[in-house]
């Protein structure tokens, strides 16, 4: 089917290293010609641009300088993946690949500024843009306040905030959405230790990947975390004719079910819904039961607040849960 579908791509491989160009970069989620095809349980190594295409370098730098948001490294075609498929990938190593971070805030966007959502009749923000010191060995991004002196180190976290498949039905989505296929998730699940579930929706799932943040606060409140580009290692598998509604992260210790909508409250009740779900079907606890557990002992932290859709990761201990 894959191989019908795109008859000039190379035979899947088991480790596949992709550097993209600025001209290969992705602004949808969409049923697009892969760049390389990977064998069920390969590695890929590749990197990612920032969330301005790298194009905000030094001050006095714009925003109109910026081609697009969030551009999306990929796709990545799994040989054998089937809609109703899941699409399973283990984020092995994550870097970041500058010495400078950027945050910024524009008109139009961020929690506390004028949206289309949310119009107002004052002026909205004025743009700023910051710049982070990076050092890669200490593992810190430094801030620096713009009207004042002060200063303070973050510790980096990296993460992608960006990692999705092609959407069902033919859709094209922007690269700035989160929703069922994942994308613009801005969780930061999406890092070393944690493997990421999808729903496989095309014939060779598709895999996009971008936006990497050096660390970013709950909600991404203003907009950005500290932009980065990143270097990239990852493992991708799949797990045939089992069908999933939602992306879902899974760790050593913990189950973490995500929910991207609006308004909020749809946001976290898909979360919820979705774990309940995982856990009556994968440790056989009865929906009431695990309803009433995870009133007692579920955590949800909400990861993005500034996008299309928000998004809400609810979450339980394995300790708490039955021998699987």
């Not at 004042?148 to 959407?167: D, E, K, R, W």
């Not at 932009?227 to 089992?242: A, S, T, Y």
Request: charged residues 20%.
């Amino acid at each position: 089917m894959l191989v019908a579908l795109l008859p000039s791509v190379a035979a899947a491989q088991s480790a596949v290293r992709y550097t993209p160009k600025f001209e290969d970069l992705k602004y949808v989620y969409a049923t697009l010609p892969p760049v390389a095809t990977l064998q069920p349980g390969g590695t890929l190594e590749t990197n990612t641009f920032d969330a301005f295409g790298n194009a905000i370098k030094k001050p006095g730098d714009t925003m109109a300088l910026v081609k697009g948001d969030n551009p999306l490294t990929g796709p990545f075609a799994i040989a054998g993946a089937e809609p109703g498929d899941t699409l399973v990938v283990k984020i092995l190593e994550l870097s970041v690949d500058s010495t400078r971070g950027v945050g910024a805030f524009a008109p139009g966007f961020g929690a506390l500024n004028a949206t289309n959502y949310t119009p107002m009749l004052h002026a909205p923000l004025p743009e700023r843009i910051w710049f982070y010191d990076i050092d890669n060995r200490a593992n810190t991004a430094t801030f620096h306040a713009l009207d004042s002196n002060h200063t303070v180190t973050i510790p980096m976290q990296p993460f992608l905030g960006c990692i999705g498949v092609a959407p069902a039905g033919g859709e094209a989505r922007s690269s700035v959405v989160p929703a069922e296929f994942g994308g613009n998730m801005d969780a930061p699940e999406a890092r070393p230790g944690y493997t990421l579930y999808l729903p496989v929706n095309v014939a060779g799932a598709l895999l996009f990947l971008g936006d990497g943040h050096a660390a970013q606060g709950d909600g991404e409140v203003a907009g950005t975390g500290i932009e980065v580009p990143l270097r990239v290692r990852l493992q991708v598998d799949l797990i045939k004719g089992k069908k999933i509604a939602w992306p879902r992260f899974e760790n050593e210790s913990a189950l973490f079910a995500v929910g991207a909508y609006r308004p909020l409250d749809d946001a976290l009740r898909i979360a919820f819904t979705e774990l309940v779900s995982w856990i009556h079907e994968t440790y056989g606890l009865s929906s009431l039961d695990t309803y009433e557990l995870l009133s007692k002992v579920a955590k949800i932290h909400l990861t993005e607040m500034v996008d299309p859709n928000y998004v809400v990761i609810a979450s339980i201990e394995k300790r708490f849960l039955p021998t699987r």
